[in-house]
């Protein structure tokens, strides 16, 4: 979208679990691709403060030490929210920095993955309308 967000990002804006846990295990999802912002998909699920969000995707390998257009990364984010919300910050302390490798197919190209644009799968105002709506616990 004009925004750069991908699907992913999109997810956890709207709160939609089921869909976050989908893409983020799907082998073709790049977890740190960064939109126009430089957030990638766990700074957004850092700032709504969702640990279940946080967990999914840093389980599944997302990098926590990606810096945003702020200079921030999703892991300091987390450090200034300890008070708060220390679970998100155990979350990130527990697992691996970036542990699943990202091919080549997984490039940023215009604010979203090659494999997106390959398989026509962008985010449209329509698509993001139909996760706007979609039940919180909606299975894919």
Known sequence: NKQGETPLITATTHNKRDVIRYLANHPETNLDCRDNKGNT????CVKTAYHEHVSIIASAGARSDIE???R???LEM????R????NI?????????GKRPVKPSEQQTSGATAFLHEHAMQITEENE???RHMPENTMV
């Open 41 to 44: 998909a766990l700074h957004y």
């Open 72 to 74: 921030q990364t999703a």
């Open 68 to 70: 945003n257009n702020d």
């Open 83 to 86: 008070r708060s919300h220390p």
């Open 129 to 131: 309308a139909i996760i």
């Open 89 to 97: 910050l155990n979350v990130l302390n527990r697992e691996p920095v």
């Open 78 to 81: 987390a450090r200034a929210m």
